[in-house]
Nanobody
Framework: QVQLVESGGGLVQAGGSLRLSCLASGRIFDLGTMGWYRQAPGKQRELVATISSGGGTNYAGSVKDRFTISRDNAKNTVFLQMNSLEPEDSALYYC?????????WGQGTQVTVSS
């Protein structure tokens, strides 16, 4: 099993920045791609960004050039640096980790951007 714990969410004004962290614990030695997803009230959960075990990244078009995903394998942590935040970025942000045959989710951290 893998446990994922997100942190770093909060309330920020439009144009501001936040850095989310996701700490993985448990059976983590063979984790593959990790990522961030978000879900706003009344909307489906959507991809924000992913990063492979080798460091390859993928971003949703709406956050590209504003958000940066990174991974510190030594600290078992994935980060999401979010700059130039917009009210539309307000959502519950979830960390996700994959292993062949398994998918793991954290409990989420709330991000609220005021206009």
């Amino acid at each position: 099993q893998v446990q994922l714990v997100e942190s770093g969410g909060g309330l920020v004004q439009a144009g501001g920045s936040l850095r989310l962290s996701c700490l993985a614990s448990g059976r983590i030695f063979d984790l593959g791609t990790m990522g961030w997803y978000r879900q706003a009230p009344g909307k489906q959960r959507e991809l924000v960004a992913t990063i492979s075990s080798g460091g390859g990244t993928n971003y949703a078009g709406s956050v590209k050039d504003r958000f940066t995903i990174s991974r510190d394998n030594a600290k078992n942590t994935v980060f999401l640096q979010m700059n130039s935040l917009e009210p539309e970025d307000s959502a519950l942000y979830y960390c996700n980790a994959r292993r062949i045959g398994s998918l793991y989710w954290g409990q989420g951290t709330q991000v609220t951007v005021s206009s």
